[in-house]
T-cell receptor
Framework: SAVISQKPSRDICQRGTSLTIQCQVD?????MFWYRQQPGQSLTLIAT?????????ESGFVIDKFPISRPNLTFSTLTVSNMSPEDSSIYLC?????????????FGPGTRLTVL | AQSVAQPEDQVNVAEGNPLTVKCTYS??????LFWYVQYPNRGLQFLLK??????LVKGSYGFEAEFNKSQTSFHLKKPSALVSDSALYFC???????????FGTGTRLTVIP
């Protein structure tokens, strides 16, 4: 399975500012995903990031609020823009494992964001 | 459309007893089903998956899950619970042809010494 790291692991930010979260994978992967896990809740997919194309956003998420970069096959960033306290969540990146038929996803350790 | 239901927010079990964490799903095609575990302050760890074939699948840490097509269920089981199994468990489904996983709301398992 891929080894995934995220930076920062946690941050406390002021309202109105932006934070960029980095996701690094130790192998080349086609598909990377960004999820949000709000306090006490399940994971919600924000967007799918493929290298060389625009990210695909899920309903309720827009590029202006959550711009994503995918410059190569091992790296992606998610920016949380113009933050409000409602953005306080754990943000996780994941990658698809192409070894198995069902292509399960493996997750990074997450970035815990608190917005004051 | 795909959906996953974990009807129990919390499951408590005594150490050494068998445990079951329930999951039901709804997909339009053939389901790919997954269980993940989340320990405190850590990311999600993959436990096991069902793709096709034998309805009973075995995964990490002694966990297993049984796929039941008629009941559209994929319950997670372990014959003898350990205190270290205490964590948050998520069931997830992936519909045929879909790229992303859809997660249930999670079940917090507490194993009592």
């Amino acid at each position: 399975s891929a080894v995934i790291s995220q930076k920062p692991s946690r941050d406390i930010c002021q309202r109105g500012t932006s934070l960029t979260i980095q996701c690094q994978v130790d192998s080349q992967v086609t598909m990377m995903f960004w999820y949000r896990q709000q306090p006490g809740q399940s994971l919600t997919l924000i967007a799918t990031a493929n290298q060389g194309s625009e990210a695909t956003y899920e309903s309720g998420f827009v590029i202006d609020k959550f711009p994503i970069s995918r410059p190569n096959l091992t790296f992606s960033t998610l920016t949380v823009s113009n933050m409000s306290p409602e953005d306080s969540s754990i943000y996780l990146c994941s990658v698809e494992d192409l070894q198995g038929l069902a292509n399960e996803q493996f997750f990074g350790p997450g970035t815990r964001l608190t917005v004051l | 459309a795909q959906s996953v239901a974990q009807p129990e927010d919390q499951v408590n079990v005594a150490e050494g007893n068998p445990l079951t964490v329930k999951c039901t799903y709804s997909v339009s095609g053939n389901p790919y089903l997954f269980w993940y575990v989340q320990y405190p302050n850590r990311g999600l760890q993959f436990l096991l998956k069902y793709i096709t074939g034998d309805n009973l699948v075995k995964g990490s840490y002694g966990f297993e899950a049984e796929f039941n097509k008629s009941q559209t269920s994929f319950h997670l089981k372990k014959p003898s619970a350990l205190v270290s199994d205490s964590a948050l468990y998520f069931c997830a489904v992936r519909d045929t042809g879909a790229n992303n996983l859809f997660f249930g709301t999670g079940t917090r398992l507490t194993v009592i010494p």
